[in-house]
């Protein structure tokens, strides 16, 4: 059994008309933790209110208020691969992240995830990330570690001012292989989420107007049947890069999610990694001024020399 050193926080719903206690809700909430998994948590002291005064069973639910908890997994697999610190000062840290490590605790990760390590690391707790990469994705994660300055980074991404490249491997289609590069493709349509799978996204036919997903995408390099692509997007939706190389007919290598959904093994294959890597980070820092670019250090398995 792995639990979570630090607990989750949840605030609970204005609409609370069919939960007398805060034990009903949590048991409708979460559907996959039985309702004596959280008797038992609740029992152990494992619930709790923010301000550290533990609930009961029979405890009342008070909407609004925010209710703590402790994360746990009866296995949680350690990530052989390290992360590497790109940059720290007193505002941000820029993380270098491997492929396989989730940034914040989820799924069968409560421990091993890139937040955990660097709250262990540097023995501090109040660090947040001001954007996220998928699991499967490595590169370039931007955390703040200063609750003053965090509004303004967190601004900085909602407002498009960081500018994101990233890079692909696919292979290649058959009308692509003998033409010279650079060869470029501007996309944009709306994605949401699938109606067929919860952890998959799908490109919809929309009107102009209701376009939420932009992207330029571009081969750089090849050889034989398999192509290396930058990849800038321009808006943020989940899995967007994925659906983009998908949708010009050239999925991204070692794709799980796309073109078709493949059922994780039990055993992860840290050979097959995502052929998609955050490579570089570059916005005017809000504090200071200064123009700052970052750098993955990194590089992909398949990716053309």
Request: with cysteine; proline share 6%.
């Amino acid at each position: 059994m792995s639990i979570a050193k630090r607990p989750s926080k949840i605030t609970l719903p204005a609409k609370a008309e069919r939960w007398t206690t805060v034990l009903d809700f949590l048991i409708e909430h979460f559907s996959n933790i039985t309702k004596a998994q959280w008797q038992q948590r609740i029992d152990a002291g494992k619930v709790h209110w923010q301000n550290g005064t533990a609930i009961q069973s029979d405890t009342s639910y008070n909407a609004g208020k925010v209710v703590c908890y402790y994360r746990e997994v009866s296995h949680e697999p350690v990530i052989p691969f390290e992360h590497k610190l790109i940059f720290r000062n007193e505002h941000i840290l820029v993380i270098d992240k491997p492929h396989f490590l989730q940034v914040t605790p989820g799924g069968q990760f409560v421990n091993e995830c890139l937040l955990a390590r660097l709250q262990r690391e540097l023995k501090q707790d109040d660090i947040v990330p001001v954007h996220r990469l998928d699991r499967d994705t490595a590169g370039l994660v931007m955390f703040s570690i200063n609750s003053e300055s965090r509004p303004r980074y967190f601004k900085l991404f909602a407002d498009q001012k960081v500018t994101k490249r990233y890079v692909a491997v696919a292979n290649l289609k058959q009308d692509i292989k003998n033409q010279s590069v650079p060869i470029h493709w501007q996309v944009a349509n709306r994605i949401k989420a699938s109606a067929k799978s919860r952890v998959q996204q799908q490109i919809t036919v929309e009107s102009p107007d209701q376009i939420n997903a932009r992207s330029d995408l571009s081969l750089i390099k090849t050889s034989s049947d398999i192509g290396l692509f930058q990849l800038t997007p321009h808006t943020g939706k989940t899995h967007q890069l994925r659906l983009h190389m998908m949708s010009i007919g050239m999925p991204i290598l070692n794709d799980r999610f796309y073109p078709i959904l493949k059922p994780r093994e039990q055993a992860e294959d840290y050979n097959m990694p995502l052929q998609l890597l955050a490579q570089s980070l570059s916005f005017d820092d809000p504090i200071s001024g200064k123009t700052f670019e970052f750098h993955s250090q990194q590089r992909l398995k398949y990716a053309p020399v």
